[in-house]
């Protein structure tokens, strides 16, 4: 604010009291726009924070939800018949208690000693799964999670109506 000094004994007094109140009056006028100004902002800092943690919180679960399940890789119509060998096919049947595996009923521990065998000996191996529409589905997934443990990549199911 400017202070304007007015000696009371000079001449002219009038005109320099009414132009000093015309300055004062727009000095003032000036302060209470800056303050209009300065109070209609906001701070906008918090809200960049709080847009910054979403994006890490979103960044961080969606990183978790592409490592749950299993994928597969599924055919399409316009691709042909593969030929295997004999010693490329493994064949397994899920049964509610075990695996059968070559007439022989073993548990998942001997079925995962199986597949790793399978796969040192052939890298090309096809796991065929047979399922009995009476078998629980979990016993596909753990079928499904021994072969992935096993590192067999190529998978065939079947429903196996027949004996």
Not at 52 to 68: E, K
Not at 109 to 123: H, I, W
């Amino acid at each position: 604010m400017i202070s304007v000094k007015i000696c009371r004994n000079s001449p002219g007094r009038s005109s320099k009291m009414k132009n000093n109140n015309i300055i004062i009056k727009i000095l003032r006028r000036r302060e209470k726009l800056k303050r209009e100004v300065e109070q209609s902002g906001f701070d906008t800092s918090s809200i960049g924070d709080l847009a910054f943690l979403l994006l890490i919180f979103f960044v961080v679960t969606a990183s978790f939800i592409l490592r749950q399940g299993i994928f597969f890789s599924l055919p399409s119509k316009e691709t042909g018949t593969i030929k295997l060998k004999k010693d490329q096919i493994v064949e397994v049947f899920p049964l509610n208690e075990g695996f059968r595996y070559e007439n022989e009923i073993i548990n998942r521990d001997k079925l995962t000693q199986v597949l790793s065998g399978q796969r040192v000996k052939n890298k090309k191996s096809v796991l065929f799964i047979k399922m009995k529409p009476d078998v629980k589905y979990d016993r596909l997934i753990d079928t499904l999670s021994v072969a992935r443990e096993t590192g067999l990549n190529k998978v065939s199911l079947k429903n196996d109506f027949e004996e």
